[in-house]
């Protein structure tokens, strides 16, 4: 038994997951996915997750869509986008009305996901 905090984090180029692990798996019990769809499986057998990491930009289910689907399961993960884009207005209304609960521009620091994820 760990008392790390389960991390899941979303992303579908698997080099960006392997990169995930690696920089906060000593930190966090961390899980990936590779889809939306493959990322709700993961949450509903694991349901300890404090927090979902999602690129924003995937194909088939972006993580506006994910969120919005995962939030009615799972009100009580966090959610959390990371966007090549910056804040758009489809982020912004998902902010404001309760899905997600931060977005980090990328590149992002490492630094600024872990303080984010430590105040959950």
Do not use: W
Request: charged residues 25%.
């Amino acid at each position: 038994m760990t008392d790390k905090k389960k991390v899941l984090f979303i992303d579908d180029e698997p080099i960006n997951l392997q990169l995930f692990a690696i920089n906060f798996s000593r930190k966090y019990h961390v899980l990936t996915a590779l889809s939306g769809s493959q990322a709700i499986e993961v949450l509903t057998h694991e349901p300890e997750v404090v927090a979902a990491v999602c690129d924003m930009k995937m194909p088939v289910m972006d993580g506006i869509e994910f969120v919005t689907i995962a939030k009615n399961r799972f009100p009580l993960v966090k959610y959390i986008i990371l966007t090549g884009s910056g804040l758009t207005p489809e982020i912004s209304r998902a902010i404001e009305d309760g899905r997600i609960y931060k977005y980090f521009c990328k590149p992002f620091g490492t630094t600024e996901i872990e303080t984010c994820l430590e105040n959950l």
